[in-house]
């Protein structure tokens, strides 16, 4: 398979070459593209150097599959331009999440949906896939009404400029901000930018995609996310409200059997999902799982996972990986 990964010099790009090389995807020509100013810089991967293309280099080539994690604008110009020429994208920004003419993918959920026809498949927001991969097997089982959602988001997910703001306010050194205030020793309740209902398009992200993945807007997400010094992982206090009851047992089976989870669950032994734990892992880790004894058949967990793997290159490899084994490219 001739891959292009497009992005490749950024935080995620980094991530997802290490994953193709992780999982053996099979690469029999990479393509290395990133902006105007990294053309000509080399990368490694799988012990050779690669040198960064632009992008109509990398159209020229016409890749089979280009995994894109370099921004919405970046995708909504090029993916269509790569997707002219044959190649299935997979697009980790937000430029096609909602386009209701492309799908919205997490594999273990609704891979089985992709087609041919498929050339630009849209990789979801990082904190809805923990999410989802979480309320997916419960919702088949009780059938959710409403998910209530709050979230602490490492630093990691806004990018190098926030990472080494915190590493400034740690030394003591005055530099560039990627936020408006500190973020050492606080908490922002303010991820992404504001829309006018007053909920950030992060908040708003987690309301909409859930229902687009599951092809189901019979349940509601209402979400609080919050930006916390970590320097990686995403968690997720999550409280869902069924039309069915349940039993913890039960609720913890479910999820141990399901692909991709992991249940980390024993007040007794100090056993939960952290974030320290969950650095460079690929499942999804849920824990602090009980019952909402506030009203009925409610359901109270915590869901930990690596944003820059599960929630964005991890993901966006499952995805090709599908496309590759089904013969969809």
Known sequence: MKIAVVGATGMVGEVMLRVLEERNFPVSEL???ASERSIGKELTFKGETYKIIGMEDAIAAKPDIAIF?????????WAPKFAEVGTTVVDNSSAWRMDPTKKLVVPEINASELTKEDKIIANPNCSTIQ????????HKAYKMKR???STYQSISGTGVKAVKQLENELAGVEGE???PYPINRNALPHCDVFEENGYTKEEMKLAREPQKILSDHSFAVSATAVRIPTAG???EAVNVAFE????????RRILSETPGVVVQDNPD??????PIYAHDKDEVFVGRIRRDESQPNTLNMWVVADNLRKGAATNAVQIAEYLVENDLV
Request: hydrophobic letters at 50%; charged letters at 5%.
């Open 233 to 235: 992982g995403h968690s």
């Open 147 to 149: 998910v209530v959602v």
């Open 31 to 33: 393509l290395l593209v």
């Open 69 to 77: 994690s370099a921004g919405g604008g970046i995708s909504l110009e």
């Open 131 to 138: 999410l989802v991969m979480t309320l997916a097997p419960l």
């Open 269 to 274: 032994t100090n056993t939960y999902p952290m």
């Open 177 to 179: 901000m990627a936020y």
């Open 244 to 251: 069915n009851d349940f039993t913890l047992a039960d609720v």
